[in-house]
């Protein structure tokens, strides 16, 4: 929809009307084309294009914070997390250093004071399989480490070797989320900490309500917070 002016509520249900139809009119050529393959998954297509025509009120700020290890630390991410999060809700965080936020709390380094000192997606997965957490949390909280580097510190520091596939952070956050998302009530909160925006994702069936940018001053990357609910 970018560069489309949209001046009333008849023109975005036109829009949609025939966004739709040109959309549908190309999948009958696209399958016409492919004879012997799967067809395309037209429900589910539709479902990600009716999410991302759901009108929704998003909120973009930014804050200077010194930097600080601890993300949770900084007023400005604070501030965000006591305006999204309940303290009497069930909160989850496989990433947790020393913060005190979630109620069901991990981290690989046992210098932490953590409920378990796992890896992240082993974790995870004993949520999910061995204790029944699926679809229990109000909010998850996602602040991994932000690179490679910051991997390796994280498996150094308890003595253990990385090889490559252990220091792939896009393999990390996609195995982490994908268990995250199944944890997390409909409805529920999930928040992103990092050095991007990308957050869960409406493929996940996540809408964007708040982003906060953190600045650091100097030439430091700034902190990204990204608030998002779990719509589906």
């Known amino acids: ?116 000192q796992l890896d992240a997606v082993e974790f995870l997965d004993h949520c999910l399989n061995g204790w029944g957490m699926e679809g229990k949390f109000e909010t998850v909280l996602f602040d991994p480490p932000y690179s490679p580097r910051q991997i390796a510190e994280c498996y150094r520091v308890i003595g253990r070797k990385t090889k490559m596939t252990d220091t792939q952070n896009a393999r990390l956050y996609k195995e982490c989320r994908d268990r995250l998302t199944r944890l997390l009530k409909p409805n529920g909160y999930a928040l992103s900490f990092g050095w991007n925006s990308m957050g869960f994702g409406i493929g996940r069936g996540f809408e964007v309500e708040h982003v906060r940018l953190v600045n650091h001053g100097a030439a430091h990357n700034d902190t990204i917070c990204v608030v998002e609910r779990k719509a589906r």
Not at 11 to 30: G, P, S
């Open 1 to 116: 929809m970018n560069g489309v002016m949209i001046e009333s509520k008849i023109d975005f249900i036109n829009l949609k009307v025939r966004t739709i139809a040109a959309l549908e009119e190309w999948w009958d050529e696209l399958d016409a084309h492919r004879p012997g393959q799967p067809k395309v998954d037209r429900e589910r297509a539709l479902e990600e294009l009716e999410l991302s025509f759901m009108p929704t009120k998003r909120i973009f700020d930014r804050f200077f914070s010194m930097p600080n290890s601890h993300t949770f630390q900084m007023k400005p991410v604070a501030d965000l997390l006591n305006q999204y999060v309940s303290r009497l809700s069930c909160i989850i965080d496989p990433f947790a250093r020393d913060s005190k936020w979630a109620t069901v709390s991990n981290d690989i380094n046992p210098e932490f004071c953590c409920q378990y």
